[in-house]
């Protein structure tokens, strides 16, 4: 399939040399990318900006098999070239195994979702990365249902701001955590039932003060885990996502027996293109409606022109954001 597009070339954001936002990562000029069959291509509005980003530029997290080296997992804008049910013009979300950094990108059509009415690009933009991620590990992978209840770690990131919404949306009660009073006030004003400033207060007495947790939808790791397996009910599990406090883990397994939690986590990127495919349209069945009825907003907390990536990283990096930080072309 060839594209229609007239330019052999576009900008985008590439990593050459250091591992600093400044030093690593400029604007430059590379190929447009050509769809194949089955793939869309993406005239991009906005991209957003995520954790793995900041860790792929560092050197540690390498695109997968047949994706762009260039950054950008998750984008809005228009179909410049159709396929599956999708046409030229439509305005569309996706997600992508790399190359969102950029003026254009090419997915698997089954990848991209319709942008729900009233979302602007930079909105939807940030959707994709998080719902997905959200959706697959706490209500796949960790079961969360109506009336259950959901310890949330880093409450005010874009996966946190998502996942209180998506949890509350659901019918659980949600436990959010923060560093410091400002974050945990934010939680509180995004739906959380109960916001924890874990500079002040010990998460696992406050949760099971409250009763204890069903499912921990973790971020952290490290020596938090002892702490969510003591606020864990019996038959509760946790799921990790990241670990930013330390990947090795120290926890009793006695306890971990007697509780029959369950411990496990996933990542998105590397899954295969079927299976992302399945998870897309789980989300566009269960998750868009929570959207059309206000119960998920899109939340937005600062954009960059794409050729300002280096900030945009430097920004997220400094953790005052709370919500998406987006790239705009």
Known sequence: MTSPIEAETMTAVAIEGGKGPASALHATQIALPQPTDGQILIRVK????????????????????????????????????????????????????????AEYAACDARHALPIPAGLSFEEASGLPETVFTVYANAFEH???????????????????????????????KVIATGRGADKAAAAKALGADVAVDVTAQDFAEVAKAEGGVDVVLDMVGGDYTAKNLDALKTGGRIVFIASLAGGQLDVPIFRIMQKRAVITGSTLRPRDADEKARLAAEVERVVWPWIAAGKLKAQVDRTFPLGEAAAAHAYLEGGAHVGKVILIT
Do not use: F
């Open 142 to 172: 960790g079961g969360l249902k109506a009336g259950e209840t959901l310890l949330l770690h880093g409450a005010t990131s874009g996966i946190g701001v998502t996942a209180i919404q998506m949890a509350k949306a659901a019918g659980a």
């Open 46 to 101: 906005a991209a957003g900006v995520n954790r793995p980003d900041i860790i792929q530029r560092m050197g540690m997290y390498p695109p997968p098999p047949g994706a762009p080296d260039t950054m950008g997992l998750e984008v809005a804008g228009e179909v410049a070239v159709g396929a599956g049910r999708w046409k030229a013009g439509d305005r569309v979300c996706a997600l992508l195994g790399g190359g969102g950094y």
